[in-house]
């Protein structure tokens, strides 16, 4: 029997995913070859894309989810916008749960697809996305435990790094949810061994490197806990370097002055952490993500 969300979902699969890769020419000396992955050129803008996909396909195909069913989302930033994308093209309700002080251009954003904002104080939105998905008879997609994250970048990421660049030495990604970072490191340590490093880049003081929690703010990575799906899955992280606010800023202007891509700042911070992970690893071929656009971020460009 043909299910009508699945039928719009995989024409959304379509176009989401195979970004291109492209060779950071100028930060890093001839003798390694660092690539970046360009997802900023999903529909959206940003990887988040490929696990709003495969979250909601998971939803649906548990029977969670049916036509005009509805989506609860605790995200300020760029899972929030993907999951509102989806909702929009498939007819479903998105309530998303942001924080007070997110930017009214992300909320703009939010309202232009048609999702529904909640407004939660600081440190509270998890909790009240999971109370109102209860209240409402919806899904929440819990992105941080939902191990149809890690699936996306295990299932789609990571086989195309390897099919666009065919060896690797070293995979860099920043910690989220930690769902690109495990899904990609688990499917290169499978294909090619534990010859290839995986490293993870958390913001200076995050709890994921045992800080106090209250660590400088990039925004996409994570400062205050450990997610489920980061303990779930780190076998296949080798290593994590922490980086500061003003490093990451300071790569993301020389990526656009002197490689042309204008990436985000956790971008930046990828940058950084590859620096480091060089210190760390011996490595050839080494790929990390530009996660999302700088022109998200117009503040970071004066
Ligand atoms: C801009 C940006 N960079 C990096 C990340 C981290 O990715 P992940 O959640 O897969 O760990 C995120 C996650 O929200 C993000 O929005």
Redesign the pocket.
Known sequence: MSNPLLEKLAELKRVVGNTPVIRLRNLFPSNVEVYMKLEFMNPTG?H?DRIALFMVEDAIRKGLLYPGGTIVEASS???AISIAWVAARLGLRAVIVVEEQVSRQKIGVLKSLGAEIVYARQGENVKLASELSEKLGGVWLNQYDNPANHLAHYTTTGPEILRQLGEVDLFVM????????TGVGRFLKEKLGNRVKVVGVVPRGSAIKGGPGKGDRI???ITSFVPGLCREFDEYVDEIVEVSYNEALKAVKELARREGILA?L?SGANIVGVRRALELFKARKVVTIA??SILRYPELLS
């Open positions: 940003s988040k930033g760029n899972t920043g910690m989220g949810t930690c769902g690109t970072v925004e996409g990575l985000g956790s996660a999302d």
